[in-house]
């Protein structure tokens, strides 16, 4: 009687302690599989780049709503959907710069962002840079185009205000210079090698390498064609 009692708590014993192993596995793995899950703790120079970023998101679009805003007669400050910024987005990249992209109304013929030609034109621009064949800045820009030298003129079509670029298409059609605009003023600066942003660029044909040459050449057709079918949309 006793050994069979004896045998019987073993038994029980043993059982209770498999059991427990089990929980105690199922707990660890449990514990593991949360620790997986949990995200990362933010270091100090990733918090101080995330505050960075978003303080540069937030000027950007405080910078696009005060542009949507006007003063009516009264006095009174509205908000209106303004025609000049179709499309309007604050655009934030991995410096931290933003800024607010938008087309502006009288930019055609428009090359859309991340579209094949938009890349090849910067690309054109960056080329142009490297062998001094282009001349960025307003000022510079309608210097250049007065002269009437031979080339191309690349434009931002989010600068604003507008009165500071809008005169130069009217010159650019009248030195019968081509030319295309752009989705960002800086990524135009970029492409000139700047920190800066820039509104207008002029590429000149003259200094270009045998491989930029070739590439101005098909951007050149590509322009007067978008030009062509404005005027015949028109």
């Not at 708590?9 to 043993?14: H, K, N, Q, T, W």
């Not at 991995?94 to 087309?103: A, L």
């Not at 019968?176 to 590429?203: D, F, H, N």
Request: hydrophobic share 40%; with cysteine.
């Amino acid at each position: 009687f006793f050994s069979v009692s004896i045998m019987d708590d073993e038994a029980a014993r043993l059982k209770a302690e498999r059991k427990a192993e089990k929980k105690r596995k199922r707990e660890e793995e449990a514990a593991k599989a949360g620790a997986a899950e949990a995200p990362a703790e933010e270091t100090e120079e990733e918090a101080k780049k995330r505050r960075k970023l978003e303080k540069a998101a937030r000027k950007a679009q405080k910078e696009m709503e005060k542009m949507q805003k006007i003063v009516t007669a009264e006095g009174k400050e509205e908000s209106i959907p303004n025609p000049l910024l179709s499309g309007a987005k604050v655009e934030t990249y991995q410096n931290g710069f933003s800024e607010v992209q938008f087309i502006a109304a009288i930019a055609k013929p428009f090359s859309p962002p991340g579209e094949k030609l938009t890349k090849k034109i910067l690309q054109l621009v960056n080329e142009a840079y490297k062998t001094k064949s282009i001349v960025n800045g307003i000022k510079l820009v309608r210097k250049a185009v007065s002269k009437g030298t031979p080339s191309i003129c690349v434009l931002a079509a989010n600068v604003a205000p507008l009165d500071i670029i809008s005169h130069l298409p009217g010159l650019l059609e009248d030195h019968k210079c081509p030319y295309i605009w752009v989705p960002s003023r800086y990524e135009l600066g970029l492409a000139c090698m700047q920190k800066r942003a820039v509104s207008a660029v002029v590429i000149k044909e003259d200094g270009l390498s045998e491989s930029a040459a070739a590439t101005y050449q098909k951007v050149r057709k590509i322009i007067k064609e978008m030009h062509k079918q404005l005027l015949v949309g028109a």
